[in-house]
């Protein structure tokens, strides 16, 4: 390298702010690498080392250049090797999302890149009153896939709750797969009830579910609106659950939706709510929902700790204890009860 041309770079390696930026900018780029190499199948083609023919006709490739600018940026982002004129896996990331254990993190990746980006991208005209984002219906089966990550911690919470109780009938408000039904009954074989979620499909999921886990003459799936009184949902119940649902509500109506659920309850029921509250700058993971959730149409703010506490108070439950799941983090788990 000529000598000038190695001040001038000497000289912009002291711009202010540039090494930060340039390593965001390689997280950036490795991550995009690593959803494009999902979607288009490339991490399940490279479970054998393959060359870009063998990749070209796994693939069924039309565009040969861009399968091979593809491959050149995961070699350049360390996330693939090659050697002896065959591609394979090398990186922790692209190896940790395959298969189902890795689907979790390969749907952490997916949303970010597509659902939560556009939050950002859109936001300067969102601020300025451009429409909201309508994808919240399409987002629901990647958003629910990644919102696994957090069962084991509500798992957990709700298992200290159902524990030698009997007897245990439960609603879960928006039940989705009715896992957490399925995890209710194995902490405690008295517990029986009713899911009730407003999504058609994810209603007949949970039905095949309950079919498929010997538990359907344990647990009724409801469709319906919990606001709008569904047929067939007959209380008391000993505990209500509603886990990452509160922000679907918009703020006008979780008092009408708390003096329901307490209207429902058995005299020493409990309703238990788990999710992220707003972070004042403290959790990270909170901040990027809370943007999300306030750019996309049919979902509201996170709720403030303190706010949901005084609307369930005002609502009558006298007994309300918060337990933060996740230390560092403003995930918590809220059991309330009247007396």
Not at 103 to 123: C, F, G
Not at 154 to 178: A, E
Not at 250 to 279: I, T, W
Request: aromatic fraction near 8%; hydrophobic fraction near 40%; proline fraction near 4%.
């Amino acid at each position: 390298m000529k000598l000038k041309y190695l001040i001038t770079v000497l000289r912009t390696m002291k711009m202010p702010g540039l090494f930060p930026i340039i390593k965001d900018w390689q997280a950036f780029v490795r991550m995009h690498f690593i959803y494009a190499a999902l979607e288009s199948g490339l991490l399940e083609a490279l479970s054998t080392p393959s060359s870009t023919d063998d990749l070209i006709k796994k693939l069924n490739v039309k565009r040969s250049e861009i399968l091979e600018a593809l491959l050149d940026v995961g070699l350049s982002v360390k996330e693939l090797a090659y050697k002896n004129g065959a591609y394979s896996i090398k990186g922790k990331r692209s190896k940790a999302v395959r298969g189902n254990e890795g689907d979790i993190l390969a749907a952490m990746i997916q949303a970010n890149i597509t659902y939560y980006s556009s939050a950002y991208r859109n936001a300067a005209d969102r601020i300025h009153g451009a429409a909201l984002g309508n994808d919240l219906e399409k987002m629901g089966s990647l958003v629910a896939r990644f919102a696994k990550i957090g069962e084991p911690l509500i798992r957990d919470f709700m298992t200290n709750i159902v524990t030698g109780k009997n007897p245990m009938r439960v609603l879960d408000v928006g039940c989705g797969s009715g896992v957490f039904l399925q995890s209710i009954h194995n902490a405690n074989q008295n517990a029986s009830g009713i899911g009730i979620d407003i999504d058609e499909e994810v209603v007949d999921q949970a039905r095949q579910n309950m079919e498929k886990w010997g538990l359907s003459n344990k647990f009724r799936i409801v469709e319906g609106d919990i606001l709008v009184s569904p047929e067939g949902l007959e209380g008391p119940f000993d505990l209500i659950t509603l886990y990452n649902i509160i922000y679907y509500f918009p703020s006008e109506k979780r008092l009408e939706l708390l003096n329901r659920l307490r209207s429902m309850l058995s005299p020493n029921g409990v309703v238990a709510v788990a999710m992220n509250f707003q972070s004042m700058g403290k959790d990270i993971g909170a901040a990027n929902l809370n943007m999300v959730n306030c750019s996309l149409e049919g979902l509201t703010p996170l709720p403030d700790l303190d706010q949901l506490t005084a609307q369930l108070n005002e609502s009558g439950f006298n007994e309300i204890t918060a337990h933060r799941l996740m230390p560092g983090s403003t995930f918590f788990g809220i059991s309330a009860s009247i007396a």
